[in-house]
């Protein structure tokens, strides 16, 4: 018997405000432990929460990147459970009315578009940090109260590759819209897997096994890959799979049991009494639809379209929203944007990791570079000159036309100025000379190296190479 | 006591005495026997309150507040060190 | 004796420089010296501080500074937060818990100039009627130690009734505030839901909890409530209603004004004592011109079981944070699983541990539909009832509670009789109105009688200007206990 995998995901990914959540806390990562706490975040006796408007706008924006629909009422409930990071010791989140359903994320997969429905991305709140020491741990309350979304997808994802693309590209969904720096050393994203497996052809799906806390997405794939033989090879050894959370241990590469359905939460949510509903306006909506930025992958198709990019560079653009913005820009108009993609992304980016500096630092007009690959192919300049005008450029902050009218660097195209170059080359090596003459074409390109040598690089190459084929043939 | 009030007070993780249990659990059986009283109403399509006042939309902009002190926010801490609360190691 | 003034008396005297705000606070702490040994009702206060806070008073008025409460000495509930000090909620399990923050109440009764004192006695989380739950042993009536306060606000009762402070905070949920003061012979107000921040009220029943004075008289209560309503940024239930005059409010006048008398009210138990004292009561208000018809609130029987149910859900949650972890009275244990059993089985008292298994079992899976669920749902009818009520009532009237104070000890085996004795004061909260109790007689053997008068919500002007007015024909306010 064939089996298939049906896996779920449930990303929960770290909002990017100022503050947190209820309270007005910083939401930073790395402060000295327990300094960013207030009596709100840690739970004292007598204090009550407040919603972060921001929050709620980033999680609408959110949303409706993930073609999610926004609900005119959303409410807060009480999540029950004891645990020591766990500063009231229930979670504000979202049940039954969260602040977004029903969406869905396209991403590449393969050779094709994939498309993952999104059952809902609701609000809630993060809890504290554990460490763990040789018999104690400790508690950092510094992430308590974090404004955390959580986005459910429904169980639409194939395997472990397709688990590991769509995180990917919801990362990069959630950068793009600024409504997450997704920082995973930070741990802003973190997963729980849901998978089950069922012989191919079944329409009900088989026992859920929960894979809890993973956070890398090449974690996800290498213990999904491994669940799905494991329940695989249980099912085809006869036995049965029961409804449990595992771990997944990263040391062995293996999944392993927290708990069994038995002694699954009982969370006991109700409606949280100290936060009222959110019931958003139209004018809020329309308000927050005005910073829905063009997804990823709607982009990159763009670019390919617009600007005929092979893949290779639209991807590059995607990866880098403002360089990809720059390219755009200094793109528009030109004959060539293949050629200003090149200039981008390997020219200017190198000037980049060799300067440290950034888009915004750029000097010259974003008109520049589509000039200097006119330059080029309109024959002005050989693109070695071009090397030395772009490092101008960068420098300056001047336009190419004016560099090479100022340092004469304009490519000489004048015959008999040529010949004159030619003449010299020839005189000065007669031994290739006389190698071409017995057959050795290699020899006609090291004189035509000569002659722009000679020329300081501004000889037209060619007619260069015509020109001496022309003297040595005769 | 009734196995599913075990079940809650193992929710509530409260400690009882074998005396305890037997007191609580009779006094509790008696108190669901009387609210069991609302099973008399017809409920049907009457919305739950949760709230007493009908507010929606109370919201705080993103600015930051002064947070508590290190030592304000540790201080009534039953265990310290480096900064953290300590408690009994946990193990998932 | 200043400390047996009223907050008007005491400032008409502050203001004329008859005397000063250390004058008043020594004397009341000479009189909790005097009295408190048998009363139990503060747990704790702090001299020193309250005579600065005096000083501070007395510098400000010679300064020229003019405030409602410049100099006043409250006394606080120990579930409200005050910098600095204690906050134990008459709790073993907050061990010394220190607030590290004001309530929103207190820094109000601050700006106001107030003198914020000491901590009162209550039932445990403010759970009970009678202030016997606290952990700290219970607090007595003054007018027999024998008999409960009432509760759970049972020491701020005490301490407004025995002169041990000018006024004092307390808090709501199903009676808290009105019940401990009928018992007790003072006025206690129970704001409508929304109308004072609940920011530093440690939560008992979130949806239900309010903070109230409790006072000598009508007038002071009126005071109290203009200070500490109003908007408050940090409590999302807050309602941002502007605060009325409420000292204007009270024009003497009650002529038109309609008193309603539910039919469901008429319930067995009912001690004859109770029922002619508040049918004279409501008979002197009709004497001044108050128009007052029967009404029915046909929900009535199902308030004291929709109550417990919510009532518990909500607490089950809110006192979730006492585990030992942050704060508190650790009970050690091999894993934070076990100190937190340890540190709850060993902390909490038995009527807090009754109820958050109660509010547990309530929203537990399998349960919640049938208890928790369909409780709110018989709230919705609860609140509906009053509100059509309150279209053909401005106000409602009722005995405060059934019974005079009881015995201490009397109804300690039976929670469920403890919960019934609830009756009028509950559903005031399920319906997020506002209620206030006023002295209205004694019983033959001198205990205080209440009449409970309940406003639509934000309607505590006319329930401030009936209760006023009610207070001005009698003398039942300016009667005290002999201590001792």
């Given at each position: 018997m064939t089996y298939e995998a049906v896996i779920g995901l449930e990303t929960h990914v770290q909002l990017r405000t100022r503050t947190k959540m209820w309270c007005g806390c910083a939401n930073e990562?790395?402060?000295?432990?327990?300094?960013?706490?207030?009596p709100v975040c840690i739970g004292l006796p007598g204090v009550l929460p407040v919603p972060n408007a921001e929050a709620l706008r980033k999680t609408a924006l959110t949303g409706m990147l993930l073609n999610c629909d926004v609900p005119s009422y959303a409410k807060w409930d009480r999540k029950n459970y004891f645990y020591p990071d766990n500063p009231k010791n229930y979670q504000l989140t979202q049940l039954d009315f969260p602040s977004t359903i029903e969406g869905f994320v396209e991403f590449e997969f393969g050779e094709g578009i994939e498309r993952v429905r999104i059952n809902r991305a609701h609000l809630e709140e993060d809890v504290g940090k554990s460490t763990h020491f040789s018999d104690y741990s400790g508690v950092d309350f510094n992430r308590a109260g974090v404004p955390l979304l959580e986005i459910v997808t429904e169980p639409d994802l194939t395997g472990p590759d397709m688990a590991y693309d769509y995180l990917n590209a919801l990362k990069g969904i959630l950068e793009y819209g600024g409504?997450?720096?997704?920082?995973m050393e930070k741990g802003q994203v973190r997963c729980d897997v849901n998978i089950s497996v069922r012989p191919v052809g079944q329409t009900e799906l088989g026992e859920k096994i929960e894979i809890k806390n993973m956070n890398s997405f090449s974690g996800v794939r290498r213990a999904a890959a491994y669940e799905i033989e494991r329940q695989i090879g249980v099912l085809r050894e006869g036995g049965t799979l029961v409804q449990e959370t595992r771990r997944w241990n990263d040391v062995v590469g293996i999944t392993e049991n927290m708990r069994t359905k038995e002694d699954a939460?009982?969370?006991?949510?109700f409606p949280d009494p100290d936060l009222m509903p959110h019931r958003p306006s139209e004018e809020w909506i329309a308000e927050v639809r005005t910073l829905v930025k063009e997804l990823p992958l709607a982009r990159k198709q763009r670019l390919m379209a617009d600007f005929k990019l092979p893949s290779s560079d639209a991807v590059v653009f995607v990866g880098d929203a403002a360089l990809g913005d720059y390219f755009e820009v200094a793109a528009k108009g030109a004959k060539n944007p293949k050629a200003v993609a090149n200039w981008v992304i390997n020219n200017l980016q190198a000037k980049f990791s060799e300067t440290g500096s950034t888009v915004a630092d750029i000097k010259f007009e974003t008109s520049a570079i589509g000039e200097l690959v006119g330059l080029v192919e309109g024959g002005k300049i050989s693109s070695k000159i071009a090397q030395d005008v772009f490092a101008e450029m960068f420098e300056s902050g001047k336009s190419p036309a004016p560099i090479v009218e100022e340092k004469g660097l304009s490519q000489v195209c004048d015959t008999s100025e040529l010949q004159a170059f030619c003449n010299e080359a020839i005189a000065a090596n007669s031994a290739s000379v006389e190698d071409f003459r017995n057959g050795k074409e290699a020899a006609l390109n090291f004189l035509k190296g000569q002659v722009m040598k000679v020329s300081r690089g501004k000889a037209n190459p060619k007619i260069v190479g015509e020109l001496l084929k022309k003297i040595l043939g005769s | 006591m009734r196995e599913d009030l075990q079940h809650a007070v193992k929710l509530a993780r409260i400690e009882l005495s074998a005396e305890e249990e037997g007191r609580l659990g009779s006094q509790l059986g008696d108190i669901l026997k009387y609210v069991d009283k609302l099973n008399e109403l017809d409920v049907e399509g009457v919305e739950p309150t949760a709230h007493a006042v009908p507010l929606t939309n109370v919201l705080r902009e993103d600015e930051p507040r002064e947070s508590l002190s290190h030592e304000a926010a540790m201080r009534n801490a039953p265990k310290t060190s480096n900064g953290l609360f300590i408690v009994p190691k946990i193990v998932e | 004796m200043p400390h047996t003034l009223t907050i008007s008396q005491l400032t008409d005297k502050l203001a004329q420089g008859e005397l000063s705000s250390r004058e008043a606070t020594q004397s009341c702490l000479d009189r909790i010296d005097a009295v408190d040994g048998q009363l139990n009702a503060f747990l704790s206060h702090d001299p020193e501080d309250a005579l600065a806070q005096a000083d501070a008073a007395d510098a400000a008025r010679t300064g020229g500074k003019s405030k409602p409460l410049l100099g006043v000495p409250i006394a606080m509930k120990d579930v409200i937060a005050v910098n600095g000090h204690p906050l134990n909620c008459a709790s073993k399990i907050l061990g010394d818990f220190n607030s590290p923050y004001d309530a929103t109440v207190t820094e109000k009764l601050r700006e106001a100039g107030a003198v914020v004192f000491g901590r009162v006695n209550m039932d445990e989380f403010a759970m009970g009627s009678s202030t016997e739950n606290s952990a700290f042993g219970p607090a007595r009536n003054p007018w027999d130690s024998d008999c409960i306060p009432g509760g759970s606000s049972g020491g701020s009762a005490v301490a407004v009734a025995a002169d041990e402070c000018i006024a004092s905070l307390g808090s709501d949920t199903g009676g808290s505030i009105r019940q401990p003061a009928a018992l007790c012979g003072c006025v206690g107000l129970k704001p409508t839901y929304g109308r004072v921040s609940r920011y530093g009220l440690v939560a008992f029943a979130s949806s239900l909890d309010q903070v109230g004075p409790l006072t000598k008289d009508v007038r002071d209560a009126a005071t109290m409530l203009g200070v500490i309503a109003g908007e408050d940024k940090r409590d999302s239930t807050n309602v941002p209603e502007p605060v009325p005059d409420y000292i204007a409010a009270l024009t003497g006048d009650v002529k038109g004004l309609k008193i309603g008398l539910p039919k469901e009210y008429q319930v067995d138990g009912i001690d004859p004592e109770v029922k002619s004292a508040t049918e004279a009561a409501v008979a002197e208000l009709e004497k001044q011109g108050a128009e007052v018809k029967e009404i029915s609130l046909p929900h009535t029987q199902y308030a004291i079981a929709t109550y417990y149910i919510i009532a518990t859900a909500e607490a089950s949650a809110n006192l979730a944070r006492f585990e030992g972890v942050r704060y508190g009275a650790r009970v050690d244990g091999a894993s934070p699983e076990k100190m937190n059993r340890a540190t709850r089985g060993a902390g909490f008292g038995e009527e807090v541990k009754r109820r958050i298994i109660l509010g547990t079992y309530v929203l537990s899976s399998g349960y919640y539909d049938a208890y928790y669920l369909r409780a709110q749902k018989v709230r919705t009818l609860i609140r509906q009832d009053f509100l059509n009520a309150f279209k053909e009532v401005d106000l409602i009237a009722s005995p405060t509670t059934p019974t005079p104070a009881f015995k201490i000890g009397e109804k300690v085996d039976d929670p469920l009789q403890m919960y019934l004795s609830d009756i009028f004061t509950i559903s005031c909260n399920l319906a997020g109105l506002c209620g206030i109790s006023i002295p209205c007689g004694f019983s033959v053997s001198g205990l205080p009688l209440g009449l409970q008068l309940l406003g639509k919500p934000f309607g505590e002007p006319d329930l401030l200007r009936a209760a006023h007015a009610y207070e001005q024909a009698t003398d039942w306010h300016t009667k005290r206990p002999e201590i001792g």
């Amino acid at each position: 018997m064939t089996y298939e995998a049906v896996i779920g995901l449930e990303t929960h990914v770290q909002l990017r405000t100022r503050t947190k959540m209820w309270c007005g806390c910083a939401n930073e990562y790395g402060a000295e432990a327990n300094t960013n706490v207030c009596p709100v975040c840690i739970g004292l006796p007598g204090v009550l929460p407040v919603p972060n408007a921001e929050a709620l706008r980033k999680t609408a924006l959110t949303g409706m990147l993930l073609n999610c629909d926004v609900p005119s009422y959303a409410k807060w409930d009480r999540k029950n459970y004891f645990y020591p990071d766990n500063p009231k010791n229930y979670q504000l989140t979202q049940l039954d009315f969260p602040s977004t359903i029903e969406g869905f994320v396209e991403f590449e997969f393969g050779e094709g578009i994939e498309r993952v429905r999104i059952n809902r991305a609701h609000l809630e709140e993060d809890v504290g940090k554990s460490t763990h020491f040789s018999d104690y741990s400790g508690v950092d309350f510094n992430r308590a109260g974090v404004p955390l979304l959580e986005i459910v997808t429904e169980p639409d994802l194939t395997g472990p590759d397709m688990a590991y693309d769509y995180l990917n590209a919801l990362k990069g969904i959630l950068e793009y819209g600024g409504v997450s720096d997704c920082d995973m050393e930070k741990g802003q994203v973190r997963c729980d897997v849901n998978i089950s497996v069922r012989p191919v052809g079944q329409t009900e799906l088989g026992e859920k096994i929960e894979i809890k806390n993973m956070n890398s997405f090449s974690g996800v794939r290498r213990a999904a890959a491994y669940e799905i033989e494991r329940q695989i090879g249980v099912l085809r050894e006869g036995g049965t799979l029961v409804q449990e959370t595992r771990r997944w241990n990263d040391v062995v590469g293996i999944t392993e049991n927290m708990r069994t359905k038995e002694d699954a939460h009982d969370y006991r949510y109700f409606p949280d009494p100290d936060l009222m509903p959110h019931r958003p306006s139209e004018e809020w909506i329309a308000e927050v639809r005005t910073l829905v930025k063009e997804l990823p992958l709607a982009r990159k198709q763009r670019l390919m379209a617009d600007f005929k990019l092979p893949s290779s560079d639209a991807v590059v653009f995607v990866g880098d929203a403002a360089l990809g913005d720059y390219f755009e820009v200094a793109a528009k108009g030109a004959k060539n944007p293949k050629a200003v993609a090149n200039w981008v992304i390997n020219n200017l980016q190198a000037k980049f990791s060799e300067t440290g500096s950034t888009v915004a630092d750029i000097k010259f007009e974003t008109s520049a570079i589509g000039e200097l690959v006119g330059l080029v192919e309109g024959g002005k300049i050989s693109s070695k000159i071009a090397q030395d005008v772009f490092a101008e450029m960068f420098e300056s902050g001047k336009s190419p036309a004016p560099i090479v009218e100022e340092k004469g660097l304009s490519q000489v195209c004048d015959t008999s100025e040529l010949q004159a170059f030619c003449n010299e080359a020839i005189a000065a090596n007669s031994a290739s000379v006389e190698d071409f003459r017995n057959g050795k074409e290699a020899a006609l390109n090291f004189l035509k190296g000569q002659v722009m040598k000679v020329s300081r690089g501004k000889a037209n190459p060619k007619i260069v190479g015509e020109l001496l084929k022309k003297i040595l043939g005769s | 006591m009734r196995e599913d009030l075990q079940h809650a007070v193992k929710l509530a993780r409260i400690e009882l005495s074998a005396e305890e249990e037997g007191r609580l659990g009779s006094q509790l059986g008696d108190i669901l026997k009387y609210v069991d009283k609302l099973n008399e109403l017809d409920v049907e399509g009457v919305e739950p309150t949760a709230h007493a006042v009908p507010l929606t939309n109370v919201l705080r902009e993103d600015e930051p507040r002064e947070s508590l002190s290190h030592e304000a926010a540790m201080r009534n801490a039953p265990k310290t060190s480096n900064g953290l609360f300590i408690v009994p190691k946990i193990v998932e | 004796m200043p400390h047996t003034l009223t907050i008007s008396q005491l400032t008409d005297k502050l203001a004329q420089g008859e005397l000063s705000s250390r004058e008043a606070t020594q004397s009341c702490l000479d009189r909790i010296d005097a009295v408190d040994g048998q009363l139990n009702a503060f747990l704790s206060h702090d001299p020193e501080d309250a005579l600065a806070q005096a000083d501070a008073a007395d510098a400000a008025r010679t300064g020229g500074k003019s405030k409602p409460l410049l100099g006043v000495p409250i006394a606080m509930k120990d579930v409200i937060a005050v910098n600095g000090h204690p906050l134990n909620c008459a709790s073993k399990i907050l061990g010394d818990f220190n607030s590290p923050y004001d309530a929103t109440v207190t820094e109000k009764l601050r700006e106001a100039g107030a003198v914020v004192f000491g901590r009162v006695n209550m039932d445990e989380f403010a759970m009970g009627s009678s202030t016997e739950n606290s952990a700290f042993g219970p607090a007595r009536n003054p007018w027999d130690s024998d008999c409960i306060p009432g509760g759970s606000s049972g020491g701020s009762a005490v301490a407004v009734a025995a002169d041990e402070c000018i006024a004092s905070l307390g808090s709501d949920t199903g009676g808290s505030i009105r019940q401990p003061a009928a018992l007790c012979g003072c006025v206690g107000l129970k704001p409508t839901y929304g109308r004072v921040s609940r920011y530093g009220l440690v939560a008992f029943a979130s949806s239900l909890d309010q903070v109230g004075p409790l006072t000598k008289d009508v007038r002071d209560a009126a005071t109290m409530l203009g200070v500490i309503a109003g908007e408050d940024k940090r409590d999302s239930t807050n309602v941002p209603e502007p605060v009325p005059d409420y000292i204007a409010a009270l024009t003497g006048d009650v002529k038109g004004l309609k008193i309603g008398l539910p039919k469901e009210y008429q319930v067995d138990g009912i001690d004859p004592e109770v029922k002619s004292a508040t049918e004279a009561a409501v008979a002197e208000l009709e004497k001044q011109g108050a128009e007052v018809k029967e009404i029915s609130l046909p929900h009535t029987q199902y308030a004291i079981a929709t109550y417990y149910i919510i009532a518990t859900a909500e607490a089950s949650a809110n006192l979730a944070r006492f585990e030992g972890v942050r704060y508190g009275a650790r009970v050690d244990g091999a894993s934070p699983e076990k100190m937190n059993r340890a540190t709850r089985g060993a902390g909490f008292g038995e009527e807090v541990k009754r109820r958050i298994i109660l509010g547990t079992y309530v929203l537990s899976s399998g349960y919640y539909d049938a208890y928790y669920l369909r409780a709110q749902k018989v709230r919705t009818l609860i609140r509906q009832d009053f509100l059509n009520a309150f279209k053909e009532v401005d106000l409602i009237a009722s005995p405060t509670t059934p019974t005079p104070a009881f015995k201490i000890g009397e109804k300690v085996d039976d929670p469920l009789q403890m919960y019934l004795s609830d009756i009028f004061t509950i559903s005031c909260n399920l319906a997020g109105l506002c209620g206030i109790s006023i002295p209205c007689g004694f019983s033959v053997s001198g205990l205080p009688l209440g009449l409970q008068l309940l406003g639509k919500p934000f309607g505590e002007p006319d329930l401030l200007r009936a209760a006023h007015a009610y207070e001005q024909a009698t003398d039942w306010h300016t009667k005290r206990p002999e201590i001792g």
